[in-house]
């Protein structure tokens, strides 16, 4: 079964950085798509961040592009985003997303796809504030 958990959430002044990580145990594959997601009072889930495990493939929403930066550690089976320069646009609750098919993170369009995703962690809370 898989797992992911998500932390690193945490206040951040505008314009800082900040690092969330998601733990990922369960998956026997080699290759698996992952991605950042987010949702943020009133406004609808947004994914912002994917990659392709395996052959680190990356994707970004323009929302983010050149700010924020997915990575994965294989030997820790852990996933980040690191984010800089974070604005209060930016506050919102970060999910850890996990897919076996490749579709979903070979292009952009599975960062439009929420429902598409199988594997959700809990969260991590992130608040921007000036």
Not at 23 to 30: M, R
Not at 88 to 116: F, I, M, N, P, Q
């Amino acid at each position: 079964r898989v797992r992911l958990v998500e932390s690193g959430g945490a206040s951040v002044e505008t314009g800082g950085s900040l690092r969330l990580s998601c733990g990922v145990s369960g998956y026997t594959e080699s290759r698996y798509c992952m991605a950042w997601f987010r949702l943020a009072p009133g406004k609808e889930r947004e994914g912002i961040a994917s990659i392709y495990i395996g052959a680190s493939n990356t994707n970004y929403a323009d929302s983010v592009k050149g700010r924020f930066t997915i990575s994965q550690d294989n030997a820790s089976d852990t996933l980040y985003l690191h984010m800089n320069k974070v604005k209060a646009d930016d506050t919102a609750k970060y999910y850890c997303v996990a897919d076996t098919r490749a579709h979903l993170c070979l292009g952009e369009s599975g960062l439009r796809a929420w429902t598409s995703w199988t594997y959700w962690g809990q969260g991590t809370e992130v608040t921007v504030s000036s």
